[in-house]
């Protein structure tokens, strides 16, 4: 199996993904396949893409189809991150017809979400091209599906943020409130990663120009987030921050305002519309 980089992306994660999927969808039996199919029924089905964008899903589905039955055989015709449009053939399957069918919904599901991401992603990268920033996605994902997500995310040619709450440490504006600070919550951080002996990277979230220099006066930390501010304050802040850290501009980023932000300096961009406001890519299984 051939995936991107990423360490969330393992073998065991795929597969626990996947039956935990069936399991939801299937229960004892896909009693509508069971019930109108013979057993010893062989048929071929095609995935056919009805939209256009950006492909992705192609190194998950084969693993979805031999979860379900192992007599399955997939064909790819095309590769994760190809831009297709309406009438491309993504891959051939053929097997037990039954197996087919039960498979159909789970693959479906997956890969014409995944494609919706990756195609936005895309998109987005498209507009800030020739500046130095980096899109970033968010934690703001469908519970257990966060998997496919990030991993549709780095097809369109994004950058994952933390996976979760327990690889990264990123100090929010409440947790900094209720710590009484920034510098507050930077040396309380500090403390709980010496008593538990953990070594994570530490983001500060930041609302003005005077929290970004109290976060440069306590030091300490990995990256500065610039939330909500408008490009002339994130300019401001990046020349502030002169390159003692990672900068990341957070909050409100839309496609129409996302090229001006990143003409500011920021090294990163992060915007949550990568997973939680897409539209699915149209794609169908048929039989042929």
Known sequence: MQTPPAPYLTPEAITTFIRTALAEDVGDGDHSALASIPADARNRAHLLVKGEGLLAGMALAPLI??????????????????????????????????????????????????????????????????????????????????????????????????????????LKDNHVDYAGGIAQAIAATHAYLAQT??????????????????????????????????????????ALVAGRYPTEASGGITEQTIGEVAQTGVDYISVGALTHSVKSLDLSLKAY
């Not at 064909?75 to 197996?99: N, Y």
């Open 197 to 238: 002996g953990r070594q994570l990277p530490i983001e500060i979230e930041t609302r003005s120009l005077e929290e970004v220099q109290q976060a440069l006066d306590a030091g300490g930390i990995t990256r500065i987030m610039l939330d909500n501010m408008k490009p002339d304050q994130l300019r401001e802040a990046v």
């Open 65 to 170: 189809f031999k979860e379900v039955d192992p007599a399955l055989q997939l064909t790819p015709l095309l590769a994760d991150g190809a831009l297709v449009k309406h009438g491309d053939i993504a891959f051939t399957v053929e097997g037990p017809a039954r197996s087919i069918l039960t498979a159909e919904r789970l693959v479906l599901n997956c890969m014409q979400r995944m494609s919706g991401i990756a195609t936005y992603t895309a998109h987005l990268n498209n507009l800030i091209a020739g500046t130095s920033a980096k899109l970033l996605d968010t934690r703001k994902t469908t519970p257990n599906f966060r998997l496919c997500e990030k991993w549709a995310v780095l097809i369109g040619g994004g950058v994952n943020h933390r996976y979760g709450l327990f690889d990264m440490i990123i």
